[in-house]
């Protein structure tokens, strides 16, 4: 697994599709096969976006955070695919 984590938040849909769309990008060119993110939006339209590829099995997960800790962020949000080559 190579894993891709950041920090960022956006606050409007449409700048979180852009990032999630780099994002797909990446995990297409498999430079990357895994991305950890504290927004939703970008979790939940980066799952959508690799979804759609048949060969990628999606897995999600939600981490609980200690927010003192972590600039007041309480959830983080990973996605990672698994690459089936056989389809």
Do not use: C
Not at 68 to 78: A, I, L, R
């Amino acid at each position: 697994m190579r894993w891709k984590e950041e920090m960022l938040q956006f606050e409007t849909l449409r700048e979180a599709e852009v990032w999630a769309d780099s994002i797909a990008n990446e995990m297409h060119g498999r430079s990357i096969t895994g991305y950890g993110t504290p927004d939703f939006k970008v979790a939940t339209i980066l799952a959508f976006y690799l979804a759609q590829v048949p060969e990628f099995r999606v897995h999600t997960a939600m981490v609980p955070l200690d927010a003192e800790m972590f600039y007041q962020v309480e959830m983080f949000y990973q996605i990672w695919i698994e690459i089936e080559d056989d389809l």
